[in-house]
């Protein structure tokens, strides 16, 4: 079985600021691990993805997570937030064999950036 | 370019209608997936299809149906049993492996 925990559901940041959004998973195999972002009415877009290779990943617009294995870990971050950050992300784990092939999403953080 | 494009971006039904959204890839992706996002609920799995002619029910397929009668096409009915259709509907796809999904853009479902 596999699960997703955004830690948060909303972060507030002022723009220039550090983002961290956090995530924590379980699966019973080593899984793949992804961060998409959404932002309002659209669909949604993959930020960066972890598959078993190097444990710090970088993504588009400055994103990168850092795969934990030991805390079961995979937090979003960026070290200066601009307003166009301001969207729901969301965690996603999928584990080797999933039945359909599908993937576990978190609930989501919605950011805010503030001026 | 390669995607998946979901039609139309808006639909209003009326009570007791059926209506069908449309979801289309060209990626040569295998599975296809439908979820429906409400407000603070996250992406729910409606129904999913990993070959063609074969598709199984998600977590709230009730009110919904499908068909997978081509690869690139995995159009959605929501029927007049589903008593509370008004959301947001994505559409989605990929490959068997450590791949993530590629998403359509949605369609908002609007119950007037």
């Known amino acids: 079985a596999q699960s997703v925990t955004q830690l948060d559901s909303h972060v507030s940041v002022s723009e220039g600021t550090p983002v961290l959004l956090r995530c924590n998973y379980s699966?019973?195999?080593?899984?793949?691990l992804f961060w998409y972002v959404q932002h309002p009415n659209k669909g949604l877009q993959l930020l960066l993805k972890?598959?078993?290779?190097?444990?710090l990943v970088k993504g588009i617009n400055g994103f990168e997570a850092e795969f934990k294995k030991s805390e079961t870990s995979f937090h979003l971050t960026k070290p200066s937030a601009h307003m166009s950050d301001a969207a729901e992300y969301f965690c996603?784990?999928?584990?080797?064999?999933?039945?359909?092939?599908?993937?576990?999403f978190g609930g989501g953080t919605r950011v805010l950036v503030k001026p | 370019d390669g995607g998946i494009t979901q039609s139309p971006k808006y639909l209003f039904r009326k009570e007791g209608q059926n209506v069908t959204l449309s979801c289309e890839q060209n990626?040569?992706?295998?599975?296809m997936y439908w979820y429906r996002q409400d407000p603070g609920q996250g992406l729910r799995l409606i129904y999913y299809?990993?070959?063609?002619?074969?598709?199984q029910k998600g977590d709230i397929a009730e009110g919904y149906s499908v068909s997978r009668e081509k690869k690139e096409s995995f159009p959605l009915t929501v029927t007049s049993a589903q008593k509370n259709p008004t959301a947001f509907y994505l559409c989605a796809s990929n490959q068997q492996g450590p791949y993530g999904y590629t998403f359509g853009s949605g369609t908002r479902l609007t119950v007037v």
């Open positions: 299809s990993q070959i063609v002619n074969d598709f």
């Open positions: 990626l040569n992706h295998d599975a």
């Open positions: 972890y598959t078993s290779a190097a444990t």
């Open positions: 996603v784990v999928k584990s080797p064999g999933a039945a359909g092939n599908k993937l576990t």
């Open positions: 699966s019973s195999y080593s899984p793949s």
